[in-house]
Nanobody, 124 residues
Framework: VQLQASGGGLVQAGGSLRLSCVASGFSTDYYAIGWFRQAPGKEREGVSWISSSGGSTEYAESVKGRFTITRDDAKNTAYLQMNSLEPEDTAVYFC???WGYGFGSLKPENYEHWGQGTLVTVSS
């Protein structure tokens, strides 16, 4: 089981980025996928997750209305579209798959498999 996150980079405040999370070694069809981030000196926090069907999503309050999570199971890939980026969004972003089928959560302890992370830097 591998998760590969990509799409990070340096962007000015107000800009946009789209992160991708490609899974290999298993099918994502039955699993929720979550996005998390960790800023320097801070704990890892949940950003968003999407259910296995794609019909349910949840966002952290800090990103609501700015970030959108989607998935394409034909490509075994999840995406995080990030708009109106703020310097406070600067962090390493990780994708993850939870222990069980179906739904996810914003709690890192509920996730079993993690990608390596991609760095997002938002300049002011």
């Amino acid at each position: 089981v591998q998760l590969q996150a990509s799409g990070g980079g340096l962007v000015q405040a107000g800009g946009s980025l789209r992160l991708s999370c490609v899974a290999s070694g298993f099918s994502t069809d039955y699993y929720a996928i979550g996005w998390f981030r960790q800023a320097p000196g801070k704990e890892r926090e949940g950003v968003s997750w999407i259910s296995s069907s794609g019909g349910s999503t949840e966002y952290a309050e800090s990103v609501k209305g700015r970030f959108t999570i989607t998935r394409d199971d034909a490509k075994n890939t999840a995406y995080l579209q990030m708009n109106s980026l703020e310097p406070e969004d600067t962090a390493v972003y990780f994708c993850a798959v939870p222990w069980g089928y179906g739904f996810g959560s914003l709690k890192p302890e509920n996730y079993e498999h993690w990608g390596q992370g991609t760095l997002v830097t938002v300049s002011s």
